[in-house]
């Protein structure tokens, strides 16, 4: 780490689990002032405790990331408890996927997808957006997905929802260079998460597996059953097997610890024995 972090007042969308949590404790264990958002109250507070009980600075503030005031009035209250919006990170996502054949079950959660996926991460640059302009500095961190990358079967508005945050990122980018920094981050797949959980139709997974697909399933399997190879769960193993989210995570504060001057544009971070064909 080369010390960017400490003072820094970072916002954090889906702050209360998964990456957002893991993020928020790291850059507050660094010393920066955190304000975690998330639509479920109390799982953001109980991170604000661990951080707090840790000697760091944090609130929790519940958010609702499809509606333009409720992010803003969660920049607001950083600002008002911290003078600042140094980092925005737009976190919070479902992750939908469902074949096109499968409308009648997926719709809703489609809806919910565009909603929160897409609109989410624009009213979190919006809303952020003023206050770094006025400041002459900032940066926002969107999480996106190797999803975006190009399209596959079983992950049509999931994959599109992020390519549609990878062109709102690069859009921002070109708009702001200067004044904002913008970070796009494009995880692999990570299990442990919990966003697994938002899969309508679990078969839609063939898309970006293709043939790894019976070979990913019985890892999983195994991995369920506590049978996998401990040394393929190794990260000193070059056959490591299921990335743990915490890399995720350093990967954001990596790029949050930068110089004002440098700009880590865009990280994909996957297990070097991983099953994914993107």
């Known amino acids: 780490?080369?010390?960017?972090?400490?003072?820094?007042?970072?916002?954090i969308t889906g702050a209360g689990g998964g990456f957002g949590g893991l993020v928020a404790r790291k850059a507050a264990a660094l010393g920066a002032q955190v304000t975690c958002?998330?639509?479920?109250?109390?799982?953001?507070?109980?991170?604000?405790?661990?951080?707090?009980?840790?000697?760091?600075?944090?609130?929790?503030?519940?958010?609702?990331v499809t509606s333009l005031p409720a992010v803003k009035a969660l920049v607001a209250r950083a600002l008002e408890?911290?003078?600042?919006?140094?980092?925005?990170?737009?976190?919070?996502?479902?992750?939908?996927?469902?074949?096109?054949?499968d409308h009648e079950a997926a719709y809703p959660a489609w809806e919910r997808c565009i909603d929160i996926n897409?609109?989410?991460?624009?009213?979190?640059?919006?809303?952020?957006?003023?206050?770094?302009?006025?400041?002459?500095?900032?940066?926002?961190?969107?999480?996106?997905s190797i999803y975006g990358n190009f399209p596959v079967v079983g992950a049509a508005v999931y994959g599109a929802s992020k390519a549609a945050v990878n062109f709102l990122s690069e859009s921002l980018r070109v708009e702001s260079r200067g004044k904002?920094?913008?970070?796009?981050?494009?995880?692999?797949?990570?299990?442990?998460?919990?966003?697994s959980g938002t899969i309508v139709n679990m078969g839609a997974a063939v898309g970006i597996l293709?043939?790894?697909?019976a070979d990913f399933m019985e890892m999983s399997e195994?991995?369920?059953?506590?049978?996998?190879?401990?040394?393929?769960l190794d990260p000193e193993a070059m056959d490591y097997a299921s990335l743990a989210?915490?890399?995720?995570?350093?990967?954001?504060?990596?790029?949050?610890?930068?110089?004002?001057?440098?700009?880590?544009?865009?990280?994909?971070?996957?297990a070097a024995g991983d099953h994914f064909v993107l």
Do not use: C, W
């Open 1 to 11: 780490m080369t010390g960017h972090i400490a003072g820094k007042s970072i916002v």
């Open 37 to 64: 958002g998330d639509i479920n109250l109390a799982a953001a507070q109980a991170v604000v405790a661990e951080i707090v009980a840790a000697g760091g600075k944090a609130q929790a503030v519940e958010v609702d």
């Open 81 to 101: 408890a911290f003078g600042a919006v140094d980092v925005m990170v737009n976190n919070a996502g479902i992750m939908p996927l469902a074949f096109i054949a």
């Open 118 to 144: 897409i609109k989410g991460v624009l009213n979190g640059m919006v809303a952020a957006h003023d206050a770094m302009i006025a400041a002459g500095r900032g940066q926002m961190v969107n999480i996106s």
């Open 180 to 195: 904002i920094k913008v970070t796009t981050i494009k995880p692999t797949g990570v299990p442990a998460t919990g966003l």
């Open 210 to 213: 293709a043939h790894n697909t």
């Open 222 to 232: 195994q991995m369920a059953a506590g049978t996998f190879p401990a040394e393929k």
């Open 245 to 270: 989210p915490e890399y995720i995570a350093d990967a954001v504060i990596h790029a949050i610890d930068q110089p004002l001057g440098v700009s880590i544009a865009e990280v994909t971070v996957r």
